[in-house]
T-cell receptor, first 114, second 119 residues
């Protein structure tokens, strides 16, 4: 079975632009989470979605938004890009979104904002 | 707010030797989970081991074991018989026991320890 897949793997944007990152969870997984990992830091939680509903949101500005589709895939959108948005964006999925579950991570999208 | 601290930015170990990575955390919660994740150059976060706070017994997974000191809020990872494939960035992480309906996949990560394995 395929793991968590993210696209694109790398992306270069300029300040002020908008970006959409995509994530396909493991087949059968209904919960998707997004993390931002700035160089030299640990990942920071952005969003969790379960059954298309937002379950939690980290301390990120409203420029960051996400949604989950009926097939449980997800998009992360970032508007008005800033240089500080340059980071690795990781997606993780789990089966039913309970705290006992294992999280499975994708290999991320590396976003560079120039 | 919960915090996770990893005070060793880099560690090095000889192949076949044992190494211990340190992690401390701060929380006022009684129900939580602790994790060690490995991030190789492929960038994918891989779960190494997890510990439920309510369990007194330290978790073990093959060559990996933890020393969980709840009162001291310490959670160290011991890697025995180190192998070249163990070289990676290691992150300690915390998850609240929020129960169903909450942000159950919200992990709080430390800043990581880069482990080098010398042949």
């Amino acid at each position: 079975d395929a793991g968590v897949t993210q696209s694109p793997t790398h992306l270069i944007k300029t300040r002020g632009q908008h970006v959409t990152l995509r994530c396909s969870p493991i087949s059968g997984h209904k919960s998707v989470s997004w993390y931002q990992q700035v160089l030299g830091q640990g990942p920071q939680f952005i969003f969790q979605y379960y059954e298309k509903e937002e379950r939690g949101r980290g301390n990120f500005p409203d420029r960051f938004s996400a949604r989950q589709f009926p097939n449980y895939s997800s998009e992360l959108n970032v508007n008005a890009l800033l240089l500080g948005d340059s980071a690795l964006y990781l997606c993780a999925s789990s089966s039913v979104g309970t705290e006992n579950e294992k999280l499975f991570f994708g290999s991320g999208t590396q976003l560079s904002v120039l | 707010a919960q915090t996770v601290t990893q005070s060793q930015p880099e560690m090095s170990v000889q192949e076949a030797e044992t190494v211990t990575l340190s992690c401390t955390y701060d929380t006022s919660e009684s129900d939580y989970y602790l994790f060690w994740y490995k991030q190789p150059p492929s960038r994918q976060m891989i779960l190494v081991i997890r510990q439920e706070a309510y369990k007194q017994q330290n978790a073990t997974e093959n060559r990996f074991s933890v020393n969980f000191q709840k009162a001291a809020k310490s959670f160290s990872l011991k890697i025995s018989d180190s192998q070249l494939g163990d070289a990676a960035m290691y992150f300690c992480a915390y998850r609240s026991g929020v129960g169903y309906g909450g942000a159950t996949n919200k992990l709080i990560f430390g800043t990581g320890t880069l482990l080098a394995v010398q042949p």
